[in-house]
């Protein structure tokens, strides 16, 4: 008789567990086997992307009348999820698809900006990359300098951005500024442009400690011409409301992001798990050992608590929405640390060798380290959670601040 007798809120359907099964048979077949020399070289993961491609897996989220399958979050945290478990740079690159420009434009942009960018989007040919932070707007993103001046029926746009992941291979970036006229968050819009254009240049490549093979570019605007047709929404001098719109966006971004950590960190405690099966010391297998069982039980609770904050926050967006802020805070902030504690300690089991270079898991620990900064930091999080329970709104007990405890 089986020990449980209720069913999982968040189990898979099959064609979930199906994608699942694709993406982890590219993963293994086509990602895995590219991931040490692209993280040595730096070289961006466009084999990687064609491959995920020619699976259609680039498809997921963008709508059928652009060429995707027009899926919702879960779909796109399943594939990240198994691509990272591989490697993170590659996951990268679906990630930008999935949960990145192409969600705003299809949610807010014209129909010439969808018809120009989506289609491309869903087949691998485009990658959009996403210019935010400035060198004095990070987590204070509404410090930005990044601005439109007026110029006949569209816009010049000056500024630069200095953390743009794989801009220097994307063909376009979302760029965040600020329309004429509006200060701090006010007038704060989007426009979405080819790096091509005259006056977008590449001004640098960042040499991080992780995501070699995607790593972040920093991109200057010099008077570039903006038109009607690139606007993706656009600021109101006079409020808020464009800028709100797009920080809504980022949580489809922050739940991606932690799929891809709990995918990395999965990775690295099946490697550890499987070393200390193997590994015999003394007689027998290093997994015989209650003290490393012990830290294998931390680590896989580690991970399953985050896995369910993160299945809650998607669950909620439902097939269609956004994923909730408050749930989706939680669920980041929880696979940042998880993926921080698995990934350490999947080192440490492997002694001298989990350092090596010639091992996967030392990559996995560089490369979710840049996940807990990238799409606002723990710490942001935290800001948010923090602001909102102390005024007694918590997510499964709205408003309790003010009755009285007997
Ligand atoms: C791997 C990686 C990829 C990235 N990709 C992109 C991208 O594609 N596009 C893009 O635009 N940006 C990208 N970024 C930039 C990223 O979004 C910023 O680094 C992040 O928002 C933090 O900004 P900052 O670096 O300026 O740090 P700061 O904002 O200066 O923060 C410094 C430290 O102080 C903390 N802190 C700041 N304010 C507060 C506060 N009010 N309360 C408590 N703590 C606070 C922060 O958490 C951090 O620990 C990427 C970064 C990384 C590492």
């Known amino acids: 008789m089986s020990e449980s007798h209720g069913t999982d809120p968040y189990a898979e359907t099959d064609d979930q567990a199906a994608l699942r099964e694709l993406a982890r048979g590219i993963a293994d077949r086509e990602i895995a086997p590219r991931a040490h020399e692209h993280d040595e070289s730096g070289e961006p993961p466009l084999p990687q992307a064609k491959a995920m491609a020619a699976a259609d897996l ?15 979050d879960i779909e796109a945290s399943i594939v990240l999820e198994e691509i990272a478990r591989a490697d993170v740079s590659a996951a990268i690159w679906a990630q930008l698809t999935f949960n990145g420009p192409p969600r705003g434009i299809e949610h807010l942009g014209p129909p010439a900006m969808q018809e120009r960018w989506l289609p491309g989007c869903a087949n691998g040919d485009e990658l959009i990359s996403i210019g935010i932070t400035e060198p004095d707007a990070g987590s204070a993103v509404q410090e930005m300098r990044t601005t439109l001046t007026a110029q006949g029926a569209g816009f010049r746009l000056n500024g630069y951005k200095n953390y743009s992941t794989l801009g220097h291979a994307a063909s376009g970036v979302l760029v965040w500024c600020r329309w004429p006229g509006g200060s701090g968050a006010n007038g704060i819009g989007a426009v979405v442009i080819e790096t091509a254009r005259p006056g977008v240049s590449l001004a640098g490549i960042h040499q991080s400690m992780g995501v070699h093979a995607a790593t972040e570019a ?27 719109q797009l920080l809504a966006h980022l949580n489809h971004e922050r739940c991606g992001n932690a799929s891809m950590c709990i995918g990395a960190a999965s990775g690295a405690l099946e490697y550890a798990t499987r070393y200390l099966n193997d590994r015999v010391i003394g007689g027998s297998p290093l997994a015989q050992r209650q003290g490393l069982q012990w830290k294998l039980a931390d680590m896989a609770i580690a991970l399953d608590s985050a896995r369910l904050l993160l299945k809650r926050a998607l669950h909620l967006a439902g097939p269609a929405g956004t994923p909730p802020a408050l749930e989706t805070a939680m669920a980041k902030t929880a696979a940042n640390r998880a993926a921080k504690l698995v990934c350490d300690d999947a080192m440490q089991l492997l002694g001298g060798y989990g350092y090596s270079r010639e091992y996967p898991l030392e990559r996995a620990y560089r490369d979710i380290r840049g996940l807990c900064m990238g799409a606002g930091t723990i710490e942001a999080q935290l800001n948010y959670v923090g602001t909102n329970v102390a005024r007694g709104r918590t997510t499964n007990s709205p408003g309790w601040i003010g009755q009285r405890f007997e």
């Open 58 to 72: 680039l498809r997921v989220t963008i709508g059928e009348q652009w060429g995707g399958f027009g899926y919702g």
């Open 218 to 244: 920093e991109l200057a605007f010099d008077d570039v011409e903006i038109g009607p047709e690139d606007i993706l929404i656009a600021g109101d001098p006079t409020n808020t409301s464009a800028f709100k």
